[in-house]
T-cell receptor, first 118, second 109 residues
Framework: GAVVSQHPSRVICKSGTSVKIECRSL??????MFWYRQFPKKSLMLMATSNEGSKATYEQGVEKDKFLINHASLTLSTLTVTSAHPEDSSFYIC??????????????FGAGSRLTVL | DAKTTQPNSMESNEEEPVHLPCNHS???????IHWYRQLPSQGPEYVIHGLTSNVNNRMASLAIAEDRKSSTLILHRATLRDAAVYYCILNNQGGKLIFGQGTELSVKP
């Protein structure tokens, strides 16, 4: 499968600042990447689909002006949490999909980025 | 994508087999059955997937009911490192996966 790298793994910031999280596909050119967030003891929630060279597709209820996604190249997607507040503290995880020989789309996930907003 | 139902938690003993059930009564003919697991503080990890036939790989086996309305993930010999949340997800070849609550598996030494 693909190798996905996320950076930073942990970030602490002050309320009101913006934080950028990078997701890199190290060995695969990904036209699409997926961004999830996860609160403690909860499941993953899909935030948006990042599309290379075009606008991201956001899931219902996710503020696109709050969570800016840029997919400028086939190996890099970034998520910027703008004007972060304590309620944005969460575990953010990106993933890349590969088409399996069976026809199914199999995802490889990054290790995640834990954001803490003070 | 159709919904899946899994028990919230299960316990197993180390070195014993574990059978993790998943119900998906509204599965459509084109839905693949995927299993992922998530260890604490890590991103999810692909385990196995299948469509109609049972599947085996180095991590686990997937047994799919004949009517496809349920499936079972089988870990043949649980280790302490298998303690994780296991997610059963249906996907009809679309890119995105929608996660349910999963089953938290604990393994006792």
């Amino acid at each position: 499968g693909a190798v996905v790298s996320q950076h930073p793994s942990r970030v602490i910031c002050k309320s009101g600042t913006s934080v950028k999280i990078e997701c890199r596909s190290l060995d695969f050119q990904a036209t699409t990447m997926f961004w999830y967030r996860q609160f403690p003891k909860k499941s993953l929630m899909l935030m948006a689909t990042s599309n290379e060279g075009s606008k991201a597709t956001y899931e219902q209820g996710v503020e696109k002006d709050k969570f800016l996604i840029n997919h400028a190249s086939l190996t890099l997607s970034t998520l910027t949490v703008t004007s972060a507040h304590p309620e944005d503290s969460s575990f953010y995880i990106c993933s890349v999909g590969l088409r399996h020989i069976s026809g199914a789309n199999v995802l490889t996930f990054g290790a995640g980025s834990r954001l803490t907003v003070l | 994508d159709a919904k899946t139902t899994q028990p919230n938690s299960m316990e197993s003993n180390e070195e014993e087999p574990v059978h993790l059930p998943c119900n998906h009564s509204t599965i459509s003919g084109t839905d693949y059955i995927h299993w992922y697991r998530q260890l604490p503080s890590q991103g999810p990890e692909y385990v196995i997937h299948g469509l109609t036939s049972n599947v085996n790989n180095r991590m686990a086996s997937l047994a799919i009911a004949e009517d496809r309305k349920s499936s079972t993930l089988i870990l043949h010999r649980a280790t302490l490192r298998d303690a994780a949340v296991y997610y059963c997800i249906l996907n009809n070849q679309g890119g995105k996966l929608i996660f349910g609550q999963g089953t938290e598996l604990s393994v006792k030494p």
